[in-house]
């Protein structure tokens, strides 16, 4: 049984808010081979001397075939909804300009789609790639379009959600209630979606103090959610997107806590429920597995 190629959307467009990877798991470490064959042991080297100095495909795709003799394992890093999803692939062969992978939890292909990110002991920096087929039933997914990322990953310390469907916000800032839209949320940070100030007297100053009121359903509802703006950075010309730094109060801090484990476990369950959809013959055969 075969699925149809998936047509994937780019979700980097000019609204999209980009999220680096977080750190590699900690079963990755020790699991590679220190016996290198010298064709990898060359390619990073060749990568750490010219560092400002891309590969090109080809050679990527020269440096994954000495992976795939070496059998040395990748992990594969994909922000799904505010989530963060690692695990470990086993790359499969070379074939055209793109490489094919296998994971062994196939759920976690249902959030493959766009841009991912690989890691590697033997690479200097993460890896990104763009995902061009998957097939769900199988496990398998092909990536094309390897780069190395200019900055590394770093550890996310809370888990952040995004909600499943849109949150107002009334954000009060300088003596004014601004209406916003909650982008992700954590325990220590939300994300906000808020129009340009069209008054030039009303700026957004990193560090300036907040408080915030949402309510996502009868059970999680917090009023005057102490925080500070860490960040701003524009998402189009007329819409701001704000890095809130929150400072809950110790009951306001366990609901956060257990609105984001509900919310994490119904966006895996949503995962694997597409998973099992795939299993359902539909008579089409996917184009390239």
């Not at 959030?111 to 590697?120: I, P």
């Not at 957004?204 to 703006?229: H, M, P």
């Not at 013959?281 to 996917?286: A, D, K, L, R, Y």
Request: net charge negative.
């Amino acid at each position: 049984m075969g699925l149809a190629k998936f047509t994937m959307k780019d979700p980097f467009g000019p609204s999209a808010i980009f999220e680096e990877p977080d750190s590699l798991p900690s079963e990755m470490e020790g699991v590679l081979d220190k016996s290198v064959n010298a064709d990898i042991e060359a390619a990073v080297e060749n990568e750490h001397n010219h560092i400002n100095k891309p590969l090109v495909e080809d050679e990527f795709l020269s440096l994954f075939d000495s992976l795939i003799r070496q059998k040395t394992p990748l992990v594969i890093t994909k922000a799904h909804q505010g989530i963060i999803l690692q695990h470990k692939i086993n790359t499969l062969f070379v074939d055209n300009q793109r490489v094919v992978f296998e994971i062994d939890v196939p759920p976690i292909c249902a959030a493959l789609e766009g841009r991912v990110q690989l890691h590697c002991q033997l690479f200097s920096r993460p890896v990104k790639a763009r995902v061009i087929d998957l097939s769900l039933s199988k496990g398998m997914f092909s990536l094309s379009g390897f780069s190395y990322m200019k900055k590394p990953w770093t550890d996310r310390l809370h888990e952040r959600v995004q909600p499943s469907n849109p949150i107002y916000v009334c954000m009060r800032y300088q003596g004014k209630d601004i209406r916003a839209s909650l982008s992700d949320l954590s325990n220590n940070g939300a994300g906000l979606l808020v129009g340009k100030p069209e008054s030039r007297e009303l700026r957004f100053e990193t560090n300036s103090c907040v408080d915030i009121d949402f309510q996502i359903s009868r059970a999680y509802k917090w009023e005057k959610l102490g925080g500070a703006i860490h960040y701003q950075q524009f998402v189009t010309s007329s819409m701001l997107r704000l890095g809130i730094r929150l400072y809950p109060k110790l009951e306001q801090s366990h609901y956060l806590d257990s609105y984001i484990i509900e919310r994490k476990a119904e966006i895996m369950d949503h995962l694997e429920q597409i998973y099992y959809a795939s299993s359902i013959p539909s008579g089409v055969e996917n184009q390239y597995f």
